[in-house]
């Protein structure tokens, strides 16, 4: 049986590493976690916040999915908001989800990212 997301994998084109670093850690406020070394040797690059995981792939050839992306649950989703953007971090906010406030963004490299919250009233504190 499945019983939990354990980590959503996302491509990168070779040697993009130092380029995405500061927008994981700095602008989404993930930490870097080591890869194992067995692994270590592909490139490539992993980010955590609480019980979330995002890797990063090395993939010669790269072209980001236009359409493919992790939803991201956040809380206080205008706050977030307004840090990606002192980030410089564009972000499309997009009402077609009933229930819940949501917008859209890129990392460096072009992959699409979620961030969603449900609309149930609750403070507008900062987190992942």
């Not at 997301?5 to 080591?34: C, K, N, W």
């Not at 690059?45 to 939803?71: I, N």
């Not at 980030?87 to 490299?109: E, K, M, S, Y």
Request: aromatic content about 8%.
């Amino acid at each position: 049986m499945i019983a939990a997301v354990d980590h959503v994998q996302l491509a990168a084109p070779p040697g993009s590493e130092d380029l995405l670093r500061p927008f994981y850690v700095d602008v989404l406020g993930m930490t870097e976690i080591p890869k194992p070394p067995a692994l270590a040797a592909n490139g490539g690059c992993w980010f955590q916040a609480g019980s979330v995981q995002l890797h990063l792939g090395t993939e010669p050839g790269f072209t980001p999915s236009r359409k493919a992306h992790p939803g991201l649950r956040v809380t206080g989703i205008e706050a977030y908001a307004a840090r990606l953007a002192r980030h410089g971090t564009q972000i499309a906010w997009d009402d077609a989800l009933p229930g819940h406030r949501r917008f859209h963004t890129h990392d460096p490299v072009g992959n699409r990212l979620e961030f969603l919250e449900p609309d149930d009233g609750r403070s507008d504190e900062c987190g992942v």
